[in-house]
């Protein structure tokens, strides 16, 4: 059977259900208890499993954060909360110079199972601490799994893959899709990492989209159709491992590709696909590789401003455009 | 040495055992540094042996500690051996981390050493975090969090010693004050009291002479099995001193330390000479009987360090290797 839910309520229904198996299951962060947090994505949490298991903490990122690395190095497997993604930041030394690197430096002999659950996405008018795509900063780092959402259906087959991984997994969940409806079965399933969704089959242009980006996508794939432009759209659902295979069959027959990311463009996520299609399909291609990441700017308030920042179905559109025409002179 | 009831020979001869252990590795590590034999660097526990061995003799061998940076000294109390832990300096296959960690990383969960860390403050989450685990799962073991007084100086500290007393966690916060901050007097560094920061928190602190292993074993003995009943955390401040520089290459330090105060505190101060004099002079052990533990413990070390020179280093393919658990070669998986 299968039931329309929310993004958030598959995140729940993720959770509660990798809780009832595992004992050693608990959520960590602030206001995850009562409050459910502020999305209200853990809503429910609380009563079914106690204050045991779902354990508010003070305001102190990095401290939750340690406590996670060391619960998780001796037998538990925590869920930290972590409110916004661009908080990030302050938990980069336990993420990063603990929890990645303890099974290396180990020999293999200690391994940290933990997920962090975080988000990503402008366009809330949060302004630019609470609005970041801070994905690449943590995919960069050897020994972190990086997951990437991009649906309720996702959500849920992605958070349970990652709640029974060995390694430290970081997801971002695109806040602004938090209340967006998709079918979800209600029989139990999980998505594996490292393997890419083909969203849509084309021949003239391969479209990679993340996490928020893959709507982006099919939008502009839709306006393309009208035209005659068929596009394939890629979710690639995990950066960290990438399904580098899919993309590049896919790049292979449509000889052009753009990789489109809601992170910032420069040294990111964009940057990196991109390289590897061009290093290992360059004879295949027509046109350069497009990146369509962020403005490289921190993301304004402002309605007007903040709105051009991020790529649109219509600039996706016009890009894709441009290259199957060639047209394309020098990208802006 | 704080007047004692000669209660348990054994105990005090390990105790002593484990102290000369420790000092006898350091200083065939400085040598391998010294001479140079060993791959990049490291910081001798030298000086603050009673500290280590005082904690690590309370507790029992699924009790986890994390470690610091000087950390070979908690490494060896909490029961590693030689063999594994110089082949781990010396980047050979058979360390205790197929020597992908090094000195600042020895990790021997075997013994519930969560590993050293070269962070400094950087394990404090990681102790914390050990002791909820170890609640939540309805396990006994207490973790012992071994810092500096540099480290006092990280936030890290003051965000999970909150939550360890909201939550009433089994941990020890164990502050070796050596007096130093790397190159800095501690004085130059930290405002106020140690004490006080744990205080603050409703934490009970306690303060004790890091040099006299009996005094520190029998304060951790107290606090450790408190701890198991659920009457922690704890915060202990260890006054101590080290014996080298921050580091084996910090030589000329006379512009932050006086060659007078190392040497008296080595004549005066050393952790075990006294516990030896005091072995002696209570009658648990003759002179002789000393030379003898510390002649075989030399030679044991300097076997194990011949051992590691002689081991192999691991295969180049080991590169990507435990980069991810289950994952067997990450440059194929990423």
Redesign the interface.
């Given at each position: 059977m299968t039931r329309e839910i929310t993004l958030s309520k598959a995140v729940n229904e993720a959770i509660a259900e990798e809780m009832r198996r595992d004992e050693t299951i608990f959520l960590i962060g602030e206001d995850v208890a009562e409050a459910g947090t502020p999305f209200k994505v853990l809503s429910g949490l609380v009563e079914e499993f106690g204050t045991d298991r779902v354990i508010d903490t003070p305001i102190a990122e990095p401290g939750f954060m340690g406590i996670a690395v060391g619960a998780a190095m001796t037998g538990s497997r925590p869920i930290v909360d972590l409110m916004f993604g661009d908080f990030i930041f302050l938990v980069m030394d336990q993420l990063c110079n603990q929890a990645a690197k303890t099974h290396y430096m180990s020999g293999g002999k200690l391994s940290v199972p933990l997920v962090l659950r975080t988000n990503l996405g402008a366009t809330r008018r949060s302004a630019a601490q609470h609005s970041q795509s801070l994905h690449a900063l943590v995919a960069h780092i050897p020994g972190l799994k990086v997951a990437l959402p991009s649906s309720a259906y996702e959500a849920k087959g992605l958070m349970k893959t990652a709640i029974r991984d060995d390694n430290p997994v970081v997801i971002f969940e695109d806040k602004l899709m938090y209340n967006d409806k998709a079918p979800v079965p209600e029989e139990e399933y999980l998505i594996p990492f490292g393997e890419a969704n083909v969203m849509r089959q084309g021949r003239d242009v391969t479209l990679i989209g993340t996490s928020s980006m893959v709507q982006v996508c099919q939008k502009a794939a839709e306006i393309l159709e009208k035209e005659g432009i068929s596009a394939e759209v890629i979710d690639p659902r995990t950066i960290v491992p990438l399904d580098e295979e899919t993309i590049l069959n896919s790049v292979r027959k449509t000889s052009r590709a753009i990789v489109v990311d809601e992170g910032h463009q420069n040294f990111g996520i964009t940057g990196e696909i991109a390289s590897r299609i061009s290093e290992k399909a360059f004879y295949h291609l027509d046109a350069p590789v497009q990146r369509m990441g962020a403005m490289d700017v921190p993301v304004p308030f402002s309605p007007a401003l903040e709105d051009i920042t991020v790529p649109t179905p219509e600039g996706v559109a016009d890009r894709a455009r441009l290259i199957c025409r060639g047209e394309l002179v020098h990208a802006a | 040495m704080a007047p004692k009831k000669k209660t348990n020979t054994e105990d005090y001869l390990r105790m002593y055992r484990q102290m000369v252990r420790i000092r006898a590795f350091e200083d065939n590590a400085n040598q391998l540094y010294l001479s140079a034999k060993m791959p990049g660097l490291t910081h001798m526990y030298s000086g603050q042996e009673a500290v280590a061995v005082g904690i690590c003799e309370a507790l029992e061998d699924s009790d986890?500690i994390?470690s610091t940076h000087r950390g070979h000294g908690h490494c060896v109390a909490k029961g590693a051996e030689f063999k594994q832990m110089f082949c781990e300096l010396l980047g050979k296959e058979e360390?205790?981390?197929?020597?992908?960690?090094g000195s600042m990383?020895i990790?021997d969960?075997s013994h519930g050493n969560?590993?050293a860390?070269a962070?400094v403050g950087?394990?404090?989450?990681?102790?914390?975090?050990?002791?909820?685990?170890?609640r939540?799962?309805g396990?006994k073991?207490v973790?012992v969090c071994f810092f500096g007084d540099g480290a006092t100086a990280q936030?890290?500290w003051y965000?999970?010693m909150?939550?360890a007393a909201?939550w009433k966690l089994p941990v020890i916060y164990a502050c070796e004050n050596n007096g130093y901050s790397e190159y800095t007097k501690t004085d130059e560094i930290a405002a106020g009291s140690i004490t006080a920061r744990a205080e603050a928190f409703g934490i009970e602190a306690h303060m004790v002479d890091g040099q006299d292993v009996l005094a520190v074993n029998d304060l951790a003995q107290k606090l450790v099995a408190r701890a198991r009943k659920g009457e922690g955390p704890f915060f202990i401040e260890l006054k101590t001193y080290r014996y080298h520089g921050h580091h084996v290459g910090d030589i000329n330090r006379d512009y932050y330390r006086s060659k007078d105060e190392e040497s008296e505190w080595k004549k005066v101060r050393d952790p075990i000479a006294n516990f030896g004099k005091w072995l002696e002079s209570e009658g648990v052990v003759t002179a002789d009987e000393l030379v003898a533990i510390n002649d075989e413990i030399r030679a044991d070390a300097e076997a194990a360090v011949q051992y590691a020179l002689d081991a192999g280093y691991p295969p180049a393919n080991e590169v990507d290797?435990?980069?991810?658990?289950?994952v067997d070669h990450?440059l194929a998986?990423?």
């Open positions: - | 986890k994390t360390g205790y981390c197929r020597g992908k960690g990383h990790a969960q969560l590993g860390n962070i950087g394990s404090m989450g990681i102790a914390t975090g050990a002791a909820l685990s170890a939540r799962l396990k073991d973790t936030g890290l965000e999970v909150n939550m909201l290797m435990h980069v991810f658990a289950g990450a998986y990423v």
